[in-house]
T-cell receptor, first 112, second 115 residues
Framework: QQQVKQSPQSLIVQKGGIPIINCAYE??????FPWYQQFPGKGPALLIA?????SEKKEGRFTISFNKSAKQFSLHIMDSQPGDSATYFC???????????FGTGTKLQVIP | DAGVIQSPRHEVTEMGQEVTLRCKPI?????LFWYRQTMMRGLELLIY????????DSGMPEDRFSAKMPNASFSTLKIQPSEPRDSAVYFC?????????????FGPGTRLTVL
């Protein structure tokens, strides 16, 4: 059972564009939502994370928007750069429990 | 710190052979995770340990897979016998502990090909 649904599967944007990646979850016990960035040949690395008591979190050019009632959250990348080209995974974890459920990933390509 | 260390980085083997993947977590981290990544199924948690004790192995696909953590600085994932469908990238990750805010740090992965 897929508990975190992610879309789109792939995304191509021009440099400077704002790619948006969307995720939806089912398990209301989830209370921590990290996003991971993975470059080819590397392991995923934590990019930014949010808890459901806030509706938005910004770190540099990366912003998470969170809608608790809809059980949805999204990643926005402002002023995207070719160096942002990577696969992005949303994820969810319930409190006190280390198991992370990952979305299926979005392969982002930023064209110069 | 060198980060999470995995070996080998690439492994090619024939169906039926035993495969052992190795992981050294970041020093001081007491939680360790094994993941499998494929195009079809994405990132799947296979098993995780806390203080060297397996906590959740519900993701281990079948009895052919086994994992051990004999001490705080070493873990193995063994597949015996291996099958072509086991071909994937296997990641090891570690974190400081049980707190749900503790970031998981991933190793570079082992790309396994079973012919």
């Amino acid at each position: 059972q897929q508990q975190v649904k992610q879309s789109p599967q792939s995304l191509i944007v021009q440099k400077g564009g704002i790619p948006i990646i969307n995720c939806a979850y089912e398990n209301t016990a989830f209370d921590y939502f990290p996003w991971y960035q993975q470059f080819p040949g590397k392991g995923p690395a934590l990019l930014i994370a949010i808890r459901p008591d806030v509706s938005e979190k910004k770190e540099g050019r990366f912003t998470i928007s969170f809608n608790k009632s809809a059980k949805q959250f999204s990643l926005h990348i402002m002023d995207s750069q070719p160096g942002d080209s990577a696969t992005y995974f949303c994820a969810a974890r319930s409190g006190g429990y280390q198991k992370v459920t990952f979305g299926t990933g979005t392969k982002l390509q930023v064209i110069p | 710190d060198a980060g999470v260390i995995q070996s080998p980085r690439h492994e090619v083997t024939e169906m039926g052979q035993e495969v052992t993947l190795r992981c050294k977590p970041i020093s001081g981290h007491n939680s360790l995770f094994w993941y499998r990544q494929t195009m079809m199924r994405g990132l799947e948690l296979l098993i995780y340990f806390n203080n060297n004790v397996p906590i959740d192995d519900s993701g281990m696909p079948e009895d052919r897979f086994s994992a051990k953590m004999p001490n705080a600085s070493f873990s193995t994932l063994k597949i015996q016998p291996s099958e072509p469908r086991d071909s994937a990238v296997y990641f090891c990750a570690s974190s400081l502990g049980q707190d749900s805010n503790n970031e998981q740090f991933f190793g570079p992965g082992t790309r396994l090909t079973v012919l």
